[in-house]
């Protein structure tokens, strides 16, 4: 593990240690957790308040997270942080596991967001046995070039465009894990995944707002693990489901790992396409 992650772990016991709930809690909120501010009213006025996703310390902070990976020196990484321990995310593994078994144990996900192969890499010992094993990650050109670089396998490749890792992957799963309330324009994202046709869908680590609009904020990452501040979608939970209406069919929505915000949650889904329009197709 990180040691910008034991700091934040061991100054939180400190702070339950010394200091009452009242004071301690809203101390750790402040400086050692991920924090989703304001209501700006439109991405641009959340990315003028922001520093954005291009900022080179977190490419590099993620790199180095992902080489820990690889060299046996961690078990995961998510979100640039490495961890110790294995933490298989039981949800998204069952999902992928029905669709290889559908397919005849052939697995192939493209991946949306999916940074150096942070999920593929969380979650690939509970993948074994798989006639077929294909994972193809969509991202921004620098991560895509670092992946291509030092990450890439016969089993995991990187994409600048998800036309091209259709092409490429002919996936049977699409799965948007905490990427959605992170790019410009989530809808028509997920309309491209939808006219796609593949069979399933999964999303994760989704925040949603119960509101009829999408709401903008600022997420802001605490220093203990790098400087940074994103512009970030609480989708509508009814637009959102909106696009799956006669298309796909709800199998399972899931609990989230991610602390929730208040009037705010984070959803976890997986849609399968409905029988209709597979026979259609």
């Known amino acids: 593990m990180s040691n910008s992650v034991n700091l934040s772990g061991n100054f939180r016991r ?11 809690r809203p101390l750790a909120r402040r400086f050692l957790d991920v924090r989703y501010l304001g209501d700006y009213g439109s991405w641009a006025a959340a990315s003028r308040a922001s520093t954005g996703y291009d900022a080179p310390n977190i490419l590099a902070q993620v790199i180095a997270s992902a080489r820990s990976v690889r060299e046996g020196k961690a078990a995961f ?4 942080v490495a961890f110790e ?6 949800p998204l593994v069952a999902c992928l596991l029905r669709e290889a078994i559908k397919h005849e144990g052939s697995l192939r996900v493209l991946d949306f967001g999916g940074s150096l192969g ?14 077929e094993l294909r994972w193809g990650v969509v991202e921004q050109t620098a991560f895509v070039e670092a992946g291509r670089r030092e990450f890439a396998s016969d089993e995991l490749s990187f994409h600048a465009t998800i036309d091209e890792a259709l092409k490429v992957v002919a996936p049977n799963v699409v799965l948007f894990s905490g990427v959605l309330g992170w790019i410009e324009d989530p809808h028509a994202m997920l309309e491209r995944a939808v006219a796609a046709a593949v069979p399933a869908i999964v999303v994760d680590r989704t925040p949603l707002t119960p509101l009829d609009r999408d709401v903008a904020k600022v997420q802001r990452v605490p220093s203990s693990i790098y400087r940074a501040s994103y512009p970030c979608w609480f989708l509508s939970r009814e637009r959102f489901l909106a696009h799956f209406a006669g298309r796909y069919t709800l199998r399972s929505e899931f609990p989230q790992i991610d602390a929730p915000v208040p009037g705010s949650s984070f959803g976890g889904f997986y849609f399968e396409r409905s029988e209709s329009e597979s026979d259609a197709a």
């Open 77 to 80: 990484e998510r979100d640039g």
């Open 85 to 90: 321990r294995p933490d298989y995310r039981w």
């Open 118 to 131: 942070s999920t593929y890499f969380q979650n690939r010992p509970m993948l074994n046995g798989m006639k």
């Open 14 to 24: 400190i702070l339950r240690a010394w200091l009452p709930p009242l004071i301690s």
